[in-house]
């Protein structure tokens, strides 16, 4: 089943940022619903997240990150395109967009808004010791570990250096491995041709290979 993306940390300054649904395509909306929108226990269908925070909640205890999908990917993109306003800029710094932060397998990841564009970056890092079996103290290093990040998210971000030319060159942003949505989604779009070759296939198997070699690091 793999292992789910638990919710840890939402900025205050990005929680209550609406979501403008009547800009986004409709086929957005109904990719979000139908991957993240079904209320199991009553058997409905959600409605369409209002803030960032509803949006951010809507992916806790799921398989987030480590499975993204070119479909996910590209609702994401459009939400920041066409959902989230663009601040206008007051002054020499660029805007930090809403973000929010999870934990999968044994880091704290997260996901970067860019008002207005689709530039959005997904990064991670922030290893997790977890000394003891208190899921409450797991939590609470890992939420930690997101807020002291996000200081230093912050200040790389208004610098300028969330650009997805430097993204893309420097593998980082603040000092955590980073990758645009974009650069993620070729990727994932490369994968799903691969897997869909022969077992017997040169790119087949080099995929497998490199697919093997990651998850022993």
């Not at 226990?41 to 398989?63: H, Q, R, V, Y």
């Not at 609702?75 to 663009?86: T, Y």
Request: charge should be negative; glycine fraction near 6%; include cysteine.
């Amino acid at each position: 089943m793999g292992d789910p993306s638990m919710l840890r940390y939402i900025p205050a300054s990005a929680a209550t940022i609406p979501i403008n649904w009547a800009r986004v395509p409709e086929a957005t909306k109904k990719a979000l619903l139908e991957s993240y929108g079904r209320d199991w226990e009553n058997g409905t269908t959600k409605p369409l997240p209002e803030t960032i925070a509803d949006l951010a909640k809507m992916f806790d205890e799921s398989k987030f990150f480590g499975y993204f999908l070119y479909d996910i990917l590209t609702v994401l993109m459009d939400i920041s395109e066409f959902g989230i306003q663009a601040a206008t800029p007051t002054g020499p710094t660029s805007q930090v967009g809403p973000r929010f932060y999870m934990t999968y397998v044994d880091e704290v990841w997260f996901f970067l808004f860019a008002p207005g564009k689709r530039d959005c970056i997904i990064g991670h890092g922030g290893r997790i010791t977890r000394k003891t079996k208190d899921y409450d103290e797991w939590a609470a290093e890992e939420t930690a570990i997101a807020k002291e990040f996000d200081v230093k998210l912050e200040w790389a971000v208004s610098r300028g250096m969330a650009t997805p030319i430097l993204v893309n060159y420097n593998k980082k942003l603040g000092g955590w491995e980073a990758s645009t949505a974009q650069s993620t989604l070729e990727y994932s779009q490369y994968t799903d041709a691969i897997m869909k070759l022969p077992t017997t296939h040169p790119a087949y198997r080099d995929l497998i290979r490199d697919l093997y070699s990651s998850l022993s690091r």
